[in-house]
């Protein structure tokens, strides 16, 4: 067959599944290969999704066990040994269950579990143990036994935990506490939280198996070098070897139940459903999935062990429509599934995806608002830069528009070679409402992968570039090659707009956190504030780099992971582990918050202060430390002046100026913790939320104590007044796509402008040309101001309402008010163009 029958075929593949009606009500007709009781399979879907609705996530206290008695038993090992052996003690004693769904595996003992992880740090156990505790799905609650395991493990850990090293170490190195920078909103503590993310090998295991992995490291274990000088490799190697056998231990622990459970169950259809479960759980993942049921168990028992080894953000399942679709187009070509039937059990996996969830205290709860980022890429290039979609990827799309999930979520690389029903599948998924897809210019990432990467002492393959993928919130890596750790502190760009303000002094803390540069009421002229600007921001960046690279020695001392560095390519290969660099494109993703408030509250001072003159700087002053009360007027003005987001000339030449400069400073300072240049990431999470409840009024005209601008290159809410083009051009062109890393662009549209096929071909010429023009990412709410007010006003009428928040989904109703408020704020556009 040539290439272009080959293409054709696939078009026409694609061009089917995306035309099909869908109606689920027949998924128990057609095949019958598989022992499943389709007869039920909605039923279950619903009753699941109610449960999670409505059932409050309990903070399990198992691991808190392991935890003491692993550190207890094993007590001299070196740490990596140790963490194997926790992860072991956890996979193979942990209560398991089954609760009625096909695909099996959970996080922990019980449904809606949530384990803690204070080996990061402790503190919010002290603080916060009689605080509501909000996740993903609604309030968290702790049984009484998980509080005194609790208390006890704050005893057994505080001074121990990775913040606590890394404040020591920073401490020792500077003289200086660092914390007072932490609790003034100048950047987040990462290093606070479990971190760590990428997209790892899935397709080894389903290809290869567990047990051909394990072999290699029996094999690369009797082979090792008994030298001082191969003893981490030594270490490393016999600790994967345990993790291994767990996750092998693991699913045979599954088999076991499941065949206890057929022994007793009497009905005919349940009992065959459960001995078929039990069949592929003696398989996979211990050997390569044969079909798409066992491919997709045993992609579920690798993503749920890596997240309980470290449940975080951004432990993304990558391309999985197309590591997938091998086994999927098997089971469709043999007659063993039809397009039903697969999006049922989709359904189901994503129920499993949304189970999952952590908590590690108030303040990650308010920065992450929830988000897991289980991220699937969709779309793209293969090797050979051919269109790389598949038809099992738009049977992901009518998953998502079925489930109305907010884990996992979908981002689409875009690029022009994608067909006309596949965008339009797309579009019809975003007009449902859940903020999926995002969009990433696929252009945009390969030319940045291929960028960054080129200063790596072996470079890169194009090849490697285009298998790209989202991890997480918006931030890109490599499938399966790369994983990154948060390097930078995330720190906040519109504090150092405070810092210049109060001459380097925190206004709340009413600590000299930043450097004295001068009244800023006696600056002459815009360039002597602009370099105030950049002074304090230097300083801040000199702290918070610093801090960041010791956090990293901090990781790799406690928490260095082990099955996590099994699944990334390059870890068994060098002998080291994840957090050392072991991985083929080992990087790092410092983060960059509020960068549109800071542009736009210097762009105010220059306009009103010197352009102008309709105020001074001592009469703008008095009114953002009274908080814009009794001074109205001057408030505005300051929200009057001109913002991005309009696409003025003037305005956006000086955004595109501002973060070019941020960039330059970041970097001044000097290589990452893996020593290459590193590109920023510019987005918010819910960190704009978190940061602007600390902080007092900027001249933007915001006043103090509300959220900032959602994104990086996103217009403050309401400001963007002359329409979406001009928008959807500013959003484009304000930062530099490859010497940046990711950025994050938020547009609301009202359902009506989305309406028919005149509204799939708007959304996709906007798409078109918002690529075009070398934007990087977008991704649309689709919903009106006022439905979120009445969601406001009445939540238990709205509990399935989903929204699009940075990179990620959430249900609207269980969002901090402050998230909330500023979504609703965001301009709505009744049309997309």
């Not at 072999?215 to 009797?222: A, F, I, Q, T």
């Not at 469709?332 to 359904?347: D, F, H, P, S, T």
């Not at 490599?478 to 002094?505: H, R, W």
Request: hydrophobic content about 35%; some cysteine.
């Amino acid at each position: 067959m040539t290439q272009i029958e080959s293409n054709n075929s696939k078009k026409q593949a694609i061009d089917a599944v995306a035309s099909m009606p869908f109606d689920m009500t027949k998924v128990a007709t057609g095949p019958t290969a598989y022992k499943i009781n389709w007869e039920t399979i909605n039923a279950r879907f619903k009753e699941y999704k109610d449960f999670l609705m409505e059932a409050p996530q309990v903070m399990d206290p198992e691991r808190l066990q392991f935890l003491h008695d692993v550190y207890t038993e094993y007590n001299g090992e070196p740490v990596v040994y140790i963490r194997a052996r926790l992860l072991e003690r956890v996979l193979t004693q942990k209560k398991i269950f089954l609760d009625g769904n096909p695909i099996v595996g959970t996080l922990t003992g019980t449904r809606c579990g949530v384990y803690p992880y204070p080996e990061w740090n402790v503190q919010w156990i002290k603080d916060e143990m009689q605080m509501a505790k909000m996740t993903s799905l609604g309030e968290m609650k702790i049984p009484r036994e998980t509080e005194d395991l609790l208390k006890q493990t704050y005893k057994e850990w505080k001074g121990r935990t990775c913040i606590d090293l890394n404040n020591k170490m920073f401490k020792d190195m500077f003289g200086f506490d660092s914390h007072p920078y932490h609790k003034a909103g100048m950047f987040y503590e990462n290093v606070s939280v479990a971190s760590g993310s990428g997209i790892a090998d899935y397709p080894k295991v389903l290809n290869h198996g567990m047990r051909a992995v394990l072999d290699d490291l029996k094999e690369r274990l009797r082979n090792c070098p008994t030298t001082l000088a191969d003893k981490e490799r030594f270490d490393l190697y016999r600790s994967m070897i345990v993790v291994c056998e767990a996750v092998i231990a693991h699913s045979h622990r599954y088999a076991e139940l499941v065949e206890n459970a057929a022994a007793e169950e009497t009905d005919p259809k349940n009992k065959a459903e459960l001995l078929e479960i039990a069949e592929i759980c003696r398989r996979v993942p211990e050997f390569p999935a044969r079909n798409f049921r066992e491919a997709i168990q045993s992609f579920w028992f690798m993503h749920v062990c890596i997240e309980t080894e470290q449940m975080a953000c951004a432990t993304s399942p990558g391309r999985f429509g197309q590591y997938m679709y091998p086994f999927y187009k098997k089971d469709i070509e043999e007659g063993k599934l039809n397009r039903e039937q697969v999006v049922a059990l989709l359904k189901l996996q994503w129920i499993k995806h949304m189970e999952l969830a952590e908590y590690q205290g108030g303040s990650y709860a308010k920065t992450l608002s929830g988000h897991t980022g289980q991220t699937m890429t969709i779309g793209g290039l293969d090797k050979d830069g051919r269109d790389a979609s598949t038809e099992l990827e738009v049977l992901l799309l009518e998953t998502q528009i079925q489930a109305r999930g907010i884990q996992p979520t979908l981002t689409l690389l875009y690029h022009p070679k994608l067909s006309e029903s596949y965008m339009g599948k797309v579009v019809q998924c975003i007009r449902g409402g859940s903020g999926q897809p995002q969009i990433l210019n696929n252009t945009a990432v390969i030319e940045r992968t291929l960028a960054r990467f080129a200063q790596y002492k072996d470079g890169i393959t194009l090849e490697d570039a285009r298998n790209c993928g989202n991890y997480g919130c918006v931030s890109t890596g490599i499938c399966g090659k790369g994983s990154f750790i948060t390097q930078e502190d995330q720190p906040c760009l519109a504090k150092i707009i405070e810092m210049v303000m109060y001459n380097g002094k925190d206004p709340r803390t009413k600590k000299q956190l930043g450097v004295e540069t001068g009244d800023i009421t006696s600056f002459q002229s815009f360039d002597e504030l602009y370099d105030a600007y950049k002074c304090q921001l230097k300083h801040l960046f000199t702290v918070s780099r610093k801090h960041s690279d010791l956090s990293q020695m901090a990781r790799l001392q406690v928490v260095p992971s082990v099955l996590r560095s099994v699944m990334y390519d390059g870890c068994i290969e060098k002998g080291m582990c994840e957090e050392a660099g072991g991985t083929r494109y080992p990087q790092v993703n410092p983060i960059m918050t509020a960068g549109i408030d800071a542009a736009n509250s210097l762009l105010a001072i220059k306009h009103l202060v010197f352009d102008t003159r309709k105020i001074t700087m001592e009469q703008l002053m008095t009114a953002i430390k009274a908080n814009f009360e009794g001074y109205e007027d001057i408030r505005k003005m300051c929200y009057d002046a001109p913002k991005h987001g309009n696409d003025y000339p003037e305005i956006e030449e000086f955004v595109q100026q501002y973060y070019h400069d941020v960039d330059e400073i970041h970097n001044s300072i000097g290589p990452d913790c893996f020593g290459y240049r590193t590109p920023l990431d510019a987005y918010s999470l819910s960190y704009h939320n978190y940061f602007g409840a600390l902080m007092g009024a900027l001249p933007t005209g915001r006043k103090a104590g509300v959220a900032l601008t959602d994104g990086s290159v996103s217009a403050m809410p309401g400001t963007d007044h002359e329409g979406i083009t001009a928008l959807i051009k500013a959003g484009a062109t304000a930062i530099d796509t490859v010497r940046y890393g990711a950025n994050h662009f938020n547009v609301k549209l009202v359902p009506a402008a989305l309406e028919g096929p005149a509204g799939t071909r708007l959304l996709s010429s906007l798409l078109k040309t918002y690529c075009d023009l070398g934007g990087s990412h977008i991704q649309f709410n689709v919903v009106t101001s006022a439905t979120l007010k009445k969601a406001q006003e009445v939540p238990q009428e709205y509990k399935d309402l989903v929204v699009r928040v940075a990179g990620f989904s959430a249900y609207f109703t269980r969002l901090d008010k402050g998230v909330q408020d500023e979504i609703v704020k965001r301009t709505e556009y009744s049309q997309a163009c």
